[in-house]
């Protein structure tokens, strides 16, 4: 009698962990190739997965959400500058890497075939919440922790990919350019930054009457 689906697909997530770490398996592997690997039929990969980026998709949510309850667990307390530090030393370790470029390569997929990958798109977005819960705990209102989570988890995976693009100490040093800023005071007075505004407007009216 076969397990149910769901107990039968944990122990392969599991079997897959065991063979080929969080990473996953490499996308250059066919079905066949991994199920050899792994020591089952690949029509069972293909009724639990559906495919070989449908696999993979599951390899990396479920290293994530470990990672999460980790880092959840012990860093329950942390704020938002202190959370977005921590998440960028944990993905941007070069144990990481193999990870980060197979999440980039699934990314790329859902830009196309965003409903093949819904599960996948869905189960990222638990990295923002875990931003935005530590934005709350420093006070910052639910429509400000909202936003403040989109703009660290933007900013976070664009200097993840490009350390793999383009990998140099500039790229370190933006991070840490961009993780400091988050603890430096960027509040002004409104009048200020209304004062600044006008300013602005002017001078780029000023530009415009210039060239016409």
């Given at each position: 009698?076969?397990s149910?689906?769901?107990?039968?697909?944990?122990?392969?997530?599991?079997?897959?962990?065991?063979?080929?770490?969080?990473?996953?398996?490499?996308?250059?592997?066919?079905?066949?190739?991994?199920?050899?690997?792994?020591?089952?039929?690949?029509?069972?990969?293909?009724?639990h997965?559906?495919?070989?980026?449908?696999?993979?998709?599951?390899?990396?949510?479920?290293?994530?959400?470990?990672?999460?309850?980790?880092?959840?667990?012990?860093?329950?307390?942390?704020?938002?500058?202190?959370?977005?530090?921590?998440?960028?030393?944990?993905?941007?370790?070069?144990?990481?890497?193999?990870?980060?470029?197979?999440?980039?390569?699934?990314?790329?997929?859902?830009?196309?075939?965003?409903?093949?990958?819904?599960?996948?798109?869905?189960?990222?977005?638990?990295?923002?919440?875990?931003?935005?819960?530590?934005?709350?705990?420093?006070?910052?209102?639910?429509?400000?922790?909202?936003?403040?989570?989109?703009?660290?988890?933007?900013?976070?995976?664009?200097?993840l990919?490009?350390?793999?693009?383009?990998?140099?100490?500039?790229?370190?040093?933006?991070?840490?350019?961009?993780?400091?800023?988050?603890?430096?005071?960027?509040?002004?007075?409104?009048?200020?930054?209304?004062?600044?505004?006008?300013?602005?407007?002017?001078?780029?009216?000023?530009?415009?009457?210039?060239?016409g």
């Open positions: 009698m076969r149910p689906v769901g107990e039968g697909r944990d122990r392969l997530l599991q079997a897959l962990f065991d063979d080929f770490g969080e990473s996953g398996p490499s996308p250059k592997l066919s079905m066949r190739q991994i199920a050899e690997r792994v020591g089952v039929h690949h029509t069972l990969l293909t009724y997965f559906g495919s070989r980026p449908g696999l993979l998709a599951a390899v990396l949510s479920e290293a994530r959400r470990r990672d999460n309850d980790v880092i959840a667990a012990a860093d329950a307390d942390l704020g938002y500058a202190d959370m977005c530090r921590a998440l960028w030393r944990l993905y941007a370790d070069g144990a990481h890497e193999d990870r980060s470029r197979a999440f980039f390569h699934l990314v790329g997929l859902a830009v196309y075939e965003r409903d093949a990958f819904e599960e996948f798109v869905t189960d990222i977005d638990d990295l923002r919440q875990l931003i935005q819960a530590a934005a709350l705990r420093d006070g910052s209102t639910p429509t400000d922790a909202a936003q403040l989570s989109i703009l660290a988890t933007s900013v976070l995976r664009g200097l990919l490009q350390r793999l693009l383009a990998p140099s100490a500039d790229v370190d040093a933006a991070a840490e350019r961009f993780l400091a800023s988050l603890s430096a005071p960027t509040e002004m007075p409104a009048n200020a930054l209304d004062g600044r505004q006008a300013v602005a407007t002017v001078g780029v009216r000023a530009r415009f009457d210039e060239s």
